[in-house]
């Protein structure tokens, strides 16, 4: 029943290294997203893709990029971690037709950069 | 800019119904979605409704829209320990072409046995 997987549930890394954070979907949906969940603060978006190699900035894109070279997987990049994007990282996959939602989320990404 | 606002807990006691409630400001949105969260899970979206209806019900879940006041409520009947999650209200709308979601802080639900 695999819908949405992440690469990692946890990870540490140090600030100024590069971190990828890895999104697969095995649902052929053409939206992928990534979310970034804070306390208080609920999701905010940081980027997502309609399609094969577009990208499209989300709310808070300062610190991030992405890549979708393939349909089914989509990557967040740190280019250089830093302490307050320790957060939990959530890629979510969609389907949006006349009248009908599908959305899948996956299990989340606890990212701390020390 | 578009705001989506929720209580941050409920407390019920297991069998009693819950109404979970959310405001909403943007007059545009098409979608209002609510999700469960799971400790340490993603989200799951529970049902959405399209912003020209009033209610949907599924199951024990019911969903009131009032778009006049943009109000959206989630009332979950005869509430199971297993409810106990945070529950996120969201709201989208067309923005450059592609559909838009703004989330909610989240509703804690804590369901007394």
């Known amino acids: 029943d695999v819908k949405v997987t992440q690469s990692s549930r946890y990870l540490v890394k140090r600030t100024g290294e590069k971190v990828f954070l890895e999104c697969v979907q095995d649902?052929?949906?053409?939206?992928m997203f990534w979310y970034r969940q804070d306390p208080g603060l609920g999701l905010r978006l940081i980027y997502f893709?309609?399609?094969?190699?577009?990208?499209e900035k989300g709310d808070i894109p300062e610190g991030y990029s992405v890549s979708r070279e393939k349909k089914e997987r989509f990557s967040l990049i740190l280019e250089s971690a830093s302490t307050n994007q320790t957060s939990m990282y959530l890629c979510?996959?969609?389907?949006?037709?006349?009248?009908?939602?599908?959305?899948?989320f996956g299990p989340g990404t606890r990212l701390t950069v020390t | 800019g578009e705001d989506v606002e929720q209580s941050l807990f409920l407390s019920v006691r297991e069998g009693d119904s819950s109404v979970i409630n959310c405001t909403y400001t943007?007059?545009?949105?098409?979608?209002l979605y609510w999700y469960k969260q799971e400790p340490g899970a993603g989200l799951q979206l529970l049902t959405y409704?399209?912003?020209?209806?009033d209610m949907k019900q599924d199951q024990r879940l019911t969903v009131l829209l009032n778009k006049k006041d943009k109000h959206l409520s989630l009332r979950i009947a005869d509430t199971q320990t297993g409810d106990s999650a945070i529950y996120f209200c969201?709201?989208?709308?067309?923005?450059?072409?592609?559909?838009?979601?703004?989330f909610g802080t989240g509703t804690k639900l804590q369901v007394i046995p």
């Open positions: 979510a996959s969609s389907y949006l037709r006349q009248g009908s939602v599908e959305q899948y």
């Open positions: 649902m052929d949906h053409e939206n």
């Open positions: 893709s309609y399609d094969v190699k577009m990208k």
């Open positions: 943007d007059s545009s949105s098409t979608y």
């Open positions: 409704i399209f912003s020209n209806m």
């Open positions: 969201a709201e989208s709308r067309v923005s450059g072409g592609y559909q838009k979601v703004t």
